[in-house]
């Protein structure tokens, strides 16, 4: 279990203390994405900071619950949340050539790059905390891409049995011929192979469930 934060002193109001977390969040973000965790202190924390290590403590009783915080304040900003879904009526083809070009650029970005490093590296320390960003990110976004499709069913343009299921299918055909490459320090794709990649994994999932 992570310790609980004691919280800042009985003089700070709301404002300054929610400036001051955030100044100290983003000084721990800095530091466990350039390090990593077991190898940022809290002294590190503090110094990237700026603010003295009593004051980290006030905030944070030991780096386990600054990370999980972190986590926490983070997730919601994964690749899969950053995503929408405005099909104003626009075919399917067209939605979903769009939505993979841009899942794949957020997904590969050096920011969600270096937090998804930062997960995975301390998953098997913190497994709850690799589970809740598992479940506010890639599994949120597949959520979010499900009701898509079962609305497109709905409406006659696709065909689908298992809407769950295609979605991850989608999904998988974006990110995975790039995002382990990346992960292993490959460049990332540029406009030209996001753009093939992202119209291949259409013309797939068209094929697979287009109308009947």
Not at 12 to 30: H, M, S, T, V, Y
Not at 118 to 134: C, L, N
Not at 136 to 143: Q, R
Not at 163 to 175: P, S, Y
């Amino acid at each position: 279990m992570f310790a609980k934060h004691k919280g800042p002193p009985p003089s700070a109001g709301p404002d300054q203390e929610n400036a001051k977390r955030q100044q100290i969040l983003e000084g721990a973000r800095r530091s466990f994405m350039a390090h990593g965790f077991d190898a940022a202190s809290m002294g590190a924390i503090a110094r990237e900071a700026g603010v003295s290590k009593g004051t980290l403590y006030v905030y944070f009783d030991s780096k386990e619950a600054l990370f999980s915080a972190l986590i926490n304040e983070t997730r919601r900003k994964t690749a899969e949340r950053l995503l929408a879904f405005e099909s104003d009526g626009r075919a399917v083809e067209e939605v979903l050539e769009e939505f993979g070009k841009a899942l794949i650029a957020k997904l590969t970005s050096p920011e969600n790059i270096a937090l998804l490093r930062m997960v995975i590296g301390a998953s098997e320390r913190f497994p709850e905390v690799a589970q809740d960003f598992y479940r506010a990110g890639p599994a949120h976004g597949a959520n979010r891409l499900s009701a898509y499709l079962t609305s497109e069913v709905a409406r006659g343009r696709l065909s689908i049995e298992d809407t769950d299921a295609a979605a991850w299918q989608f999904l998988g055909m974006c990110n995975h011929p790039v995002l382990i490459g990346t992960l292993a320090s490959f460049d990332p794709p540029d406009a030209e192979r996001t753009e093939k990649i992202a119209r291949a994994a259409v013309r797939t999932f068209m094929a697979a469930y287009g109308p009947a």
